[in-house]
Structures are given as structure tokens and as C-alpha cells.
């Protein structure tokens, strides 16, 4: 897949999964390997941490009841503005490929 | 050897020409913690190495985006230009530095160029080839090795050099003073290099190395000195160049130390997460 394609269908998809619930870096790492097992692991957290930096999402710390302290990931308010964009922009997209007759 | 300490070694070495110390923090942490999660779940270091990916390809994906040169790795090897240049000046200068202080820039230079190879593999989108990464502790060692010996030969030699090199109106207790201390800070500065040598780390060399180049700058101070002297008796002595020899020594080894000194942290840091 394209570089720049699969950068942005891998933000949205992050981001879709943070909208539902706050996840810790393993554990997103590990769901989006499943449904991308081509793509490296490490490169969801290279996407992660730029979400970040976008301000997209916040950070709190947790403690599970036997584990380590973990690093919860929450949508922000501009992550979300940003996630129904790219939504929107995605079912555009989805929709001209539809009508140029490409299953 | 695909182990979670040489993983986040060559995840700190690639980060730190490039990013701050709290991003390199940052991320060194997080890693640190996916590999616990991991190793709960039962998986060994080297899975997890191979599922995280080459902590080069990380580094890549992270500063796409960024300016191509870091303004770091710019002043580095500026620094290491300038102490490189510095050393030869002194060795053609007429206070009888003699040809073997053409081996003190052999440390500076190797610095340079391992500087070049941690950020110019990213610079120049190459992979340093993974046999490197065997070698480069052993790299390490050997300069720290190259340094300890010139640092000795320093210790022995700096002294006769100065006492040399002084007009007979300044070798009073000024000059004699300053050969002690020059041999004190030698000694301590190879004994150092020793310790870089057990440790095999960038960042402990270039502790050492940053010492060398104070050294240096000092030699430099004394230099500036005997020249004073020499304009008071002849006029016609080159005053200019010597001044700024000693500013830009000053300066590079400033890049130097904010260089090592931030490698240095992150060591401390990851020792105490290891």
C-alpha cells in the first residue's frame, strides 16, 4: 500500500479504536497488529505518538491490580473533530471509487 | 543478540542526535513498557525485538517531517572540526608541539565520524548494516583506548611542551604551576577513558573526549598567554588569530558539552529504568 494512503487509514482506524474506549500503547499496538498483520508493530506507535503531539489525544497514567503503571490514551475534543473528518473524507473517497465501477 | 537492552541502546544512540531529551525519555519509556507487557505475556525479548521492527526504521518513521540536519549534530561537528583544527594549529605552532600531537586528533576526528554515522543514517535514509551494531561498542572501546594512550602521552609530554614553549620571563610559577595542573587533569582524563573503555558507550567517550577538548582549550589559554608576553617585547606579533583560536575552542567546547552532557542524562535515565 501507498505510504501516505496507509498513514492516513491508519490514523483513522487509532483514532476510531480510541473513540470507542482509553486503551494503553500495548494493548492498541497488539489489536491494530491483528486487523494489519503486514505493518509493524512499532509503526502504530510512531502514529500514536504524532496523535499526540497533534494534541488528539491525552495521556493519563493507570495501574492495573497486578501489572505495571500504564499509559492510557483518550481522545481529545480536536481528535475527534479530526476522526469525523477523516471519516467523511474517507466515505467521499470510498464512494467515487464505488461509482468508477471498482467493487 | 536481538535482546530489549541492545534494542533500546540503538533506539537511544539513533533518537539522540535528532530529538530532545524528554521525547527520548518519553519514548525509551515506552518501550521499556511494551517489553514488560510482553515478556507478562509470556514472549521472549528477541520476539518482541523483531515485532517492534529495527530501532533505525523507528527512528526514520519518527523525524520524517523534521529538518534533514539537526542543528545538534551541526554543532558537534563543528566542535569537532574546530578541537581537530585547534590540535593541528598547536602542532605547527612554534612552542614545539611536536608531530605526535597529530594523535590527539585522531579521538576528535573518530567522534566526528561516529556522529556522522548515528545521524547520517537518517540523514542519508541508509541503514547502518546490522554487523555494525556488533561492532560498535567495539568501536567505542578502541577510541577510548586511542584516547587513554594520547591522554598519557599528554600528562608525560604537556609539561615539557609548556615548559618548553615558555619565554624565560614567564616560566615562573605561573608555567609551573600550570604544568602540574595540566598533568593532574591528564591522568584524571585517561583513567576516565579507562572507565569509557569498560563501559563501551558513546556517551562515556564522549564525556572523556569533551575533557580532552578543555584540555585543549586550556592549552590554548597558555598559548594566549606566552603571546601576550611575546606582543609586550615585539609589536609585531599576531595577536587576532590567537584570540579567536581561543573563542572558538571555548565555543566548540560548549556544543561539546551540552552534547554529552544530555547523552549522559539519558544513560543515567536508562540505567536506572534497566
Known sequence: MDAQMKKGILEMCLLHELSESDRYGYELMQKMKQYFPEVNESSFYVILRRLHKEKYTDIYYGTSSDGPRRKYYHITEEGKAYLAKAVSDWRTIKSIVRSLGIP | ?274
Request: a positive charge.
Open chain 2, 1 to 274: 543478540m536481538n535482546t530489549k537492552k541492545t534494542f533500546l541502546m540503538r533506539l537511544k544512540f539513533f533518537m539522540s542526535c535528532r530529538f530532545r531529551l524528554r521525547e527520548i525519555r518519553d519514548t525509551l519509556d515506552d518501550f521499556n513498557g511494551f517489553f514488560e507487557e510482553g515478556i507478562r505475556e509470556g514472549k521472549t525479548e528477541g520476539e518482541l525485538c523483531l515485532s517492534f521492527g529495527s530501532p533505525w526504521e523507528i527512528v526514520r518513521q519518527m523525524s520524517a517531517g523534521k529538518r534533514r540536519i539537526s542543528l545538534h549534530m551541526l554543532l558537534a561537528l563543528l566542535a569537532a572540526a574546530v578541537c581537530g583544527a585547534c590540535l593541528w594549529r598547536m602542532a605547527a605552532s612554534p612552542y614545539t608541539l611536536q608531530a605526535p600531537s597529530f594523535f590527539f586528533c585522531i579521538p576528535v576526528l573518530a567522534a566526528g565520524a561516529a556522529l556522522l554515522f548515528a545521524d547520517g543514517g537518517i540523514l542519508f535514509q541508509m541503514e547502518p548494516p546490522e554487523t555494525f551494531s556488533f561492532l560498535r561498542p567495539a568501536l567505542w572501546r578502541l577510541a577510548s583506548l586511542v584516547l587513554a594512550g594520547s591522554l598519557l602521552l599528554f600528562c608525560q609530554k604537556g609539561p615539557q611542551w609548556i615548559a618548553a614553549s615558555a619565554e624565560p620571563s614567564a616560566a615562573g610559577p605561573l608555567a609551573g604551576g600550570a604544568c602540574h595542573l595540566f598533568a593532574a587533569c591528564g591522568a584524571a582524563l585517561a583513567l576516565y577513558s579507562a572507565y569509557a573503555f569498560f563501559h563501551g558507550h558513546p556517551a562515556s567517550f564522549g564525556l572523556a573526549l569533551l575533557g580532552m577538548g578543555v584540555l585543549c582549550s586550556s592549552y590554548a589559554m597558555q598559548d594566549f598567554l606566552h603571546r601576550l608576553d611575546a606582543l609586550a617585547s615585539s609589536p609585531s606579533y599576531p595577536l587576532f588569530p590567537c584570540v579567536l583560536g581561543i573563542f572558538l575552542s571555548l565555543l566548540c567546547n560548549g556544543a561539546l558539552l551540552a552534547f554529552t552532557g544530555k547523552n549522559l542524562t539519558v544513560l543515567r535515565h536508562t540505567k536506572r529504568r534497566g
